[in-house]
């Protein structure tokens, strides 16, 4: 259907970093929006507010970017149930498109602390920006089946297993990044080929629409894009998240080494706060669930069905240094930066 990626992607890789260097140059100083999920996200509506946070009564505010979708609907959660005003944090959410994103609003100050997966971090990091991952985000889970990311395609898509999508356009929220990195590695797990696989960049609102006006050939997104894909007659093909390595950490929490330096105490709060949240999901999903209505605007029926990850906790190191392996593997840097130069320490 589209053009093969297997020649270019080196040089896509290539200059995905650079790009990504320049855009955190030149965000600094800057105001950024903060895009949401479309009609799936009424956080996405907020302003962004100037670039110094301030103080609500004796609680720091901590401006937290995070990723559209159940990863920012975690966090508003965590505020709305007092689980950040419990460690004395205001925190106030800003929803943005991927985890890439996120960089730069934190390099130039927009975010003090920020949501992104475990690829972004370690890009980051290997073109020299100075960020460390402060807390394990979202994890996927040991059964493929009921993880929150999946690979979607039409009902009658003749994408009937993972070896098909080679040769295929898949739309994934960012280029060169965390999706890219699990399916190629869950296709390679499956004995498939992926070399010629297309990756085509789009928002994850965008992605259920796309395909099924057949723009692209499938789709990979998360919850709750996954449960409205399905929701609307989309078929799972492979779970990259979960095939890649059961009970792999993907998300996680990072700011800029001179915050942490400077507020190790605020960002050891922010942690507590999320590992809280992150347990009473565990305990009271349903509680979530109900939230979700609000929190993500979605169908009641639809909240009821979306697969939860665990959250919070430390960062995973073990999975930090298989997906910089498969980062090298699949070419998106040469090198990975030594783990205690990517991950805080208390």
Not at 79 to 99: A, D, H, R, W
């Amino acid at each position: 259907m589209m053009n093969s990626v297997g020649e270019r992607r080196w040089l896509l890789a290539v200059v995905a970093l650079a790009v990504f260097a320049l855009v955190a140059a030149a965000c600094s100083g800057q105001e950024q929006a903060a895009p949401g999920a479309g009609d799936q996200s009424p956080a996405g509506d907020q302003d962004t507010p100037d670039a110094e946070p301030s103080a609500v009564g004796d609680e720091p505010t901590v401006r937290v970017g995070d990723i559209t979708g159940i990863p920012a609907a975690f966090l508003q959660y965590a505020v709305q149930e007092g689980f950040m005003e419990e460690q004395g944090l205001n925190v106030e959410v800003m929803p943005s498109p991927g985890g890439a994103a996120n960089v730069p609003g934190i390099e130039s100050g927009d975010f003090q602390i920020a949501g992104s997966n475990v690829v972004s971090v370690l890009l980051a990091r290997a073109q020299g920006l100075q960020v460390k991952m402060v807390s394990a985000g979202t994890f996927a889970t040991d059964d493929p089946a009921e993880d929150f990311s999946q690979v979607l395609v039409r009902e009658d898509s003749p994408i009937q297993e993972p070896a098909d999508l080679n040769g295929n356009a898949v739309a994934v929220n960012t280029l060169s990044n965390i999706a890219e990195v699990t399916i190629r590695a869950s296709l390679e797990n499956a004995s498939a080929e992926h070399a010629d696989i297309e990756f085509v960049e789009m928002g994850f609102p965008d992605m259920v629409p796309a395909l099924q006006n057949g723009e692209v050939d499938a789709i990979h997104v998360i919850e709750p894009f996954l449960s409205i894909g399905v929701d609307q007659g989309l078929r799972p093909v492979i779970a990259p998240y979960a095939e890649t390595q059961p009970g792999m950490a993907i998300g996680s929490y990072f700011s800029s080494d001179t915050y942490i330096e400077e507020n190790s105490e605020v960002v050891d709060r922010f942690v507590a706060g999320v590992t809280a949240a992150g347990d009473a999901i565990a305990q009271n999903p349903g509680a979530f669930r109900d939230a979700l209505v609000d929190l993500a605007d979605l169908d009641p029926a639809v909240a009821q069905t979306v697969k939860l990850p665990d959250w919070g906790g430390p960062v995973d190191t073990a999975s930090v240094e298989l997906i910089g392996e498969l980062m090298t593997r699949y070419g998106l840097a040469e090198d990975m930066p030594p783990l205690e130069d990517v991950v805080y320490q208390p």
